[in-house]
């Protein structure tokens, strides 16, 4: 008996730990991928919040919610973005980003996003880590120092974005960390169809 309830619980346990390599068994202050947008925020709210925007295709829609206009309180980020397929009436979310600003202090940036990168690899069991670097702007003067993590199902990016001044000043902004979760789907189509 002492054998069947160890190996019961062996099993059990096992289950527990591959439900870690399921993008939707992370969160981003309380939302996780899958949920609906609904759950968190009226349609009118919906309406009020920063649409995303991505140039050459309209097939997901996207917001960006300031945590001075989100009716949740969030514990960790100053804004998040929520994403879901155009036409899906129930508004599930295929992609949630938080992101924390670090005016003028990419070492602060790099130091949290290098921690979340580890902590995040502690908990899954198998992922593909690529390290990169991009550039943004007319210029390609702001850089962003990314680590992807791919899972089955998904893919967990963190990365420190140091925007140029001119960007900064023009759109307001300051350089930050993100973390997104992201399925498979909305991925591929950032990557061939957004932007293209």
Same mark, same amino acid.
């Given at each position: 008996?002492?054998?069947?309830?160890?190996?019961?619980?062996?099993?059990?346990?096992?289950?527990?730990?591959?439900?870690?390599?399921?993008?939707? &068994?992370?969160?981003?202050?309380?939302? =996780? +991928?899958?949920? $609906?947008?609904? !759950?968190?925020?009226?349609? /009118?709210?919906?309406? *009020?919040?920063?649409?995303?925007?991505?140039?050459?295709?309209?097939?997901?829609?996207?917001? &960006?919610?300031?945590?001075?206009?989100? =009716? +949740?309180?969030? $514990?960790?980020? !100053?804004?998040?973005?929520? /994403?879901?397929?155009? *036409?899906?009436?129930?508004?599930?979310?295929?992609?949630?980003?938080?992101?924390?600003?670090?005016?003028?202090?990419?070492?602060?940036?790099?130091?949290?996003?290098?921690?979340?990168?580890?902590?995040?690899?502690?908990?899954?069991?198998?992922?593909?880590?690529?390290?990169?670097?991009?550039?943004?702007?007319?210029?390609?003067?702001?850089?962003?120092?990314?680590?992807?993590?791919?899972?089955?199902?998904?893919?967990?990016?963190?990365?420190?974005?140091?925007?140029?001044?001119?960007?900064?000043?023009?759109?307001?902004?300051?350089?930050?960390?993100?973390?997104?979760?992201?399925?498979?789907?909305?991925?591929?189509?950032?990557?061939?169809?957004?932007?293209?």
């Amino acid at each position: 008996m002492r054998i069947f309830i160890s190996i019961l619980i062996l099993i059990l346990n096992l289950e527990s730990l591959t439900k870690a390599d399921e993008i939707s &068994e992370f969160e981003i202050e309380g939302i =996780s +991928i899958g949920d $609906s947008v609904l !759950d968190y925020y009226s349609k /009118n709210q919906i309406n *009020n919040f920063s649409k995303q925007f991505y140039p050459s295709s309209d097939d997901y829609q996207g917001v &960006e919610i300031s945590k001075f206009k989100s =009716s +949740i309180d969030f $514990s960790i980020y !100053d804004s998040i973005t929520l /994403n879901w397929k155009k *036409n899906d009436k129930k508004m599930k979310i295929v992609a949630v980003s938080g992101i924390k600003l670090f005016p003028n202090n990419l070492s602060e940036c790099l130091k949290e996003r290098d921690e979340i990168a580890l902590e995040i690899k502690s908990i899954l069991q198998f992922a593909n880590e690529e390290r990169y670097e991009m550039n943004y702007g007319d210029l390609h003067d702001s850089i962003s120092y990314a680590i992807d993590l791919k899972i089955k199902t998904g893919s967990i990016r963190i990365w420190c974005t140091d925007w140029d001044e001119k960007t900064e000043k023009e759109n307001n902004w300051q350089d930050d960390l993100n973390v997104s979760l992201d399925t498979n789907e909305f991925i591929f189509w950032l990557d061939n169809v957004a932007y293209e």
